[in-house]
T-cell receptor
Framework: RKEVEQDPGPFNVPEGATVAFNCTYSNSASQSFFWYRQDCRKEPKLLMS???SGNEDGRFTAQLNRASQYISLLIRDSKLSDSATYLCVVNQAGTALIFGKGTTLSVSS | EAGVAQSPRYKIIEKRQSVAFWCNPI?????LYWYQQILGQGPKLLIQ????????DSQLPKDRFSAERLKGVDSTLKIQPAKLEDSAVYLC?????????????FGQGTRLTVV
């Protein structure tokens, strides 16, 4: 079983749609959780950290369920500029970030 | 603030040749990582340094890959000899501590093609 699993997609949605990405992780000792965004042929960049209580940043909402070892990202009112690959990332104390394969989102007009 | 610098941006070599990549992390960042990203995959850790010591190199193919971080600042990653399956983007990242709960900042990467 892979450490971090994501549905690779692609997700093709129209502008204005709401889209949700899911991610599961295998190591219950994981302590930090993130969503990174990667544009085509660019480096990954932090989109948002994920906290146990859930957190929101504008149109983006992240949720964490430790009991189910599940992380989600919800994007509301999708924009063309949201088209990218979204990487689910987990981390334990003292270790490097572990990345999922990524989920590709394509938003069309 | 200057970001993570990597060079070269692109490299094409023949199989069995050698290649080296260079990374300069963000000033003051103690932790440096090298990741390998194959097309369609997420980044996979090759090696993690804390200052000039190795924290994790369990996924580094040590028969052909080597990395060093002299003086705890710049780092080089070498492949010798290269194989076709080494074609990938090699990403260097740094963070101000051991990345627990802290963002890692990535360089633009070196795109390696082995022919």
């Amino acid at each position: 079983r892979k450490e971090v699993e994501q549905d690779p997609g692609p997700f093709n949605v129209p502008e204005g749609a709401t889209v949700a990405f899911n991610c599961t992780y295998s190591n219950s000792a994981s302590q930090s959780f993130f969503w990174y965004r990667q544009d085509c042929r660019k480096e990954p960049k932090l989109l948002m950290s994920v906290y146990s209580s859930g957190n929101e940043d504008g149109r983006f909402t992240a949720q964490l369920n430790r009991a189910s070892q599940y992380i989600s990202l919800l994007i509301r009112d999708s924009k063309l500029s949201d088209s990218a690959t979204y990487l689910c990332v987990v981390n334990q104390a003292g270790t490097a970030l572990i990345f999922g394969k990524g989920t590709t989102l394509s938003v069309s007009s | 603030e200057a970001g993570v610098a990597q060079s070269p941006r692109y490299k094409i070599i023949e199989k069995r040749q050698s290649v080296a990549f260079w990374c300069n992390p963000i000033s003051g960042h103690a932790t440096l990582y090298w990741y390998q990203q194959i097309l369609g995959q997420g980044p996979k850790l090759l090696i993690q340094f804390q200052n000039n010591g190795v924290v994790d190199d369990s996924q580094l193919p040590k028969d052909r890959f080597s990395a060093e971080r002299l003086k705890g600042v710049d780092s080089t990653l070498k492949i010798q000899p290269a194989k076709l399956e080494d074609s990938a983007v090699y990403l260097c990242a740094s963070s101000p501590n051991r990345a627990w709960g802290v963002e890692a900042f990535f360089g633009q990467g070196t795109r390696l093609t082995v022919v």
